[in-house]
């Protein structure tokens, strides 16, 4: 199957990128604002982005390549930055106009520390969903003094049942909307037989997927 949006696997593959998402809309809030996103993969990325959009805020991202890049101006984001270059928290805060982002998602961590509070706005948050980069680093805790800044960590997995409920309940709220009215729909690059589990972690580690890889069980007949 090439890259689409349809049929059960594309549902199942939604609903993975969802449960992973919907602790870290919570943090966020509802922010109409500029919103920073740091190499978060396709397709939660193309969830983030339309959702952020849909409450009015101006996503920026960070990608490694022209390709993802463009990938993402695509999906959404109003400007694409290379993580790679120089200074590219400089280029984020020329890219917000000299304001700075309001929220940062980051899933690198501790490499990112220090770019993230540099180009954050008075009064911004960075929320840490990741640990990509590391889980030890400096802060230089006056530069986020002088931004009024908050620095939080989320995840889903060690909540309690109850705060696993409230989370659900803003799914239904803020996100459900957007799925029945079409606006986010899944980025399904293949659906492979569970028999090519290989086949499909050599393309993951080669970086050659966009979007979701799901390994189907069963006959199906998307393939």
């Known amino acids: 199957m090439s890259a689409g949006t349809g049929g059960e696997a594309g549902r199942e593959g939604l609903f993975v990128s969802l449960k992973n998402l919907v602790a870290t809309l919570l943090a966020i809030g509802k922010t109409r604002a500029e919103l920073l996103v740091n190499e978060l993969e396709e397709e939660k990325f193309r969830l983030m982005s339309l959702w952020a959009k849909a409450i009015g805020a101006r996503v920026v991202v960070t990608a490694g390549s022209d390709a993802k890049r463009e990938r993402c101006r695509q999906l959404g984001a109003e400007a694409a930055i290379d993580y790679r270059g120089e200074d590219w928290p400089a280029q984020v805060r020329a890219a917000t106009q000299g304001h700075g982002a309001d929220v940062i998602l980051d899933i690198v961590g501790a490499r990112y520390l220090d770019g993230n509070v540099a180009c954050l706005a008075v009064g911004g948050r960075i929320v840490v969903i990741g640990l990509q980069g590391g889980t030890r680093g400096e802060l230089d805790l006056a530069a986020l003094l002088m931004r009024r ?52 972690h050599e393309q993951l580690a080669a970086g050659s997927v966009t979007g979701k890889l799901v390994l189907q069980v069963g006959p199906s007949s998307d393939r």
Do not use: F, H, N
């Open 149 to 200: 800044g908050t620095l939080m960590a989320t995840s889903l997995r060690a909540r309690p049942a109850e705060q696993k409920a409230a989370i659900c309940a803003g799914l239904v709220a803020d996100v459900w909307p957007l799925l029945g009215s079409g606006r986010i729909l899944p980025v399904i690059d293949q659906v492979l037989p569970l028999e090519q589990v290989r086949r499909a």
